[in-house]
């Protein structure tokens, strides 16, 4: 049978040459914590996830730090029983990584992400942004519904994948959420 080129990058993607990502990890910590990059490194997967080579899409990548999700302990003006911290942070890297990439270009809106490697002290994201600004986007009917007010900063209100996922909203069962509400578990009127 034959596949696609899309398949073949996916495949190669699967089992990454290691040498050959170790060392652009290398150069990409030596490099800007956010940088703009002229393409995507994983063509197959930014495609899935909507990006077009046309005016309008930048991509971005990111490094994130990994590690230092728990909170650090106050040491003043609490008493000793709230003193303790045991909560960790709920959010992904991947949506910490989307947030600062929002933060940064805040007249485009994140699109989506994925991962592109990790080492001991990093995670390594590209994101997908969108100009809504572009006639090119606002006249490609699969995509202009970014354009719209209601959503603007999409990323900070978690309605990208990664944001979804970290707020529980994309498990099956509605038992199993990372934030349950009020209504988690119940079935409503049939």
Known sequence: MVQGFYKYI???????DAKTLRDRMTVWRGEETILKVEKPLRLDKARAL?????????????????GGHTRTRPNKGRRSKRLHTNKNLKMSYQWI?????????????VLNSYNV??????YFFEVI???????EIQNDSTL??????????R???GMTSAGKKSRGLTSKSPTN???????AGKHRGK
């Open 10 to 16: 996916q495949k190669a993607w699967k089992k990454p």
């Open 50 to 66: 909507g990006y077009k080579d046309k005016k309008g899409f930048v991509i971005v990548r990111i490094r994130v730090k990994r």
């Open 97 to 109: 990584a989307e947030q600062r990439a929002g933060k940064k270009f805040s007249n485009l809106e």
């Open 117 to 122: 490697g990790k080492d001991g002290i990093y």
């Open 129 to 135: 942004l969108v100009d809504p600004e572009k006639p």
């Open 144 to 153: 202009n519904w970014i354009c719209k007010p209601e959503n603007r900063g």
């Open 155 to 157: 990323v900070f209100k």
């Open 177 to 183: 959420k990372n934030r349950p509400s009020v209504n």
